[in-house]
Antibody, heavy 121, light 107 residues
């Protein structure tokens, strides 16, 4: 059974940093691209970033480019999101998601339950 | 960036009735479109990819159609567990973008 478990969320002040983790199990982690998607309170889904299976290719939404860094440790079956220079508008539930097919980066078949990141002073 | 527009924002439907949800792209996305179901407090669930292919385990009452800029998700006979918010997502171009969602509520 595929499981994705996010952690690392919590209250952070504007300008601060946070690192999210997503522990994966139930599939061959190093053969699938992974992504982060967020949902602000009362809003819709917003794609944040994606990383290839090997970690050598990454893409970012313009809203986080230069501030967030996606990475993965295939030896630990874990996905990360380093978030710097956080803003109030980054307040959201952050979901990690698994690419639906091999070699695909673009749509996602399994998602975690999410971790909440409130950015506030 | 491709803007995805979903309509209506809210759809009130009685159980057993048909629901038709629309998604429009600001430019062509070919058939590179997915649909997700989202319930409060739960993870999103992939329903459809490639505009019309049901994901593994998705009931046949869910169907997708369209290509280019106009897409439709149809739920043929609404069950109680289908009341949720539905999102379309284009994956033809970077950045990946979602529509604003359609909430399907009980009439």
């Amino acid at each position: 059974e595929v499981q994705l478990l996010e952690s690392g969320g919590g209250l952070v002040q504007p300008g601060g940093s946070l690192r999210l983790s997503c522990a994966a199990s139930g599939f061959t982690f190093n053969t699938y691209a992974m992504s982060w998607v967020r949902q602000a309170p009362g809003k819709g889904l917003e794609w944040v970033s994606v990383i290839s299976d090997s970690g050598d290719i990454t893409y970012y939404a313009d809203s986080v480019k230069g501030r967030f860094t996606i990475s993965r440790d295939n030896s630990k079956n874990t996905l990360y999101l380093q978030m710097n220079s956080l803003r109030a508008e980054d307040t959201a539930i952050y979901y990690c998601a698994k690419a639906a097919t091999l070699g695909n980066y673009r749509y996602f078949d399994y998602w975690g339950q999410g971790t909440l990141v409130p950015v506030s002073s | 960036e491709i803007v995805m527009t979903q309509s209506p924002a809210t759809l009130s439907v009685s159980p057993g009735e048909r629901a038709t949800l629309s998604c429009r792209a600001s430019q062509t996305v070919s058939s590179n479109l997915a649909w997700y179901q989202k319930k409060p407090g739960q993870a999103p669930r992939l329903l459809i990819y490639g505009a019309s292919t049901r994901a593994t385990g998705i009931p046949a009452r869910f169907s997708g159609s369209g290509s280019g800029t106009e897409f439709t998700l149809t739920i043929s006979s609404l069950q109680s567990e289908d009341f949720a918010v539905y999102y379309c997502q284009q994956y033809n171009n970077w950045p990946l973008t979602f529509g604003g969602g359609t909430k399907v509520e009980i009439k």
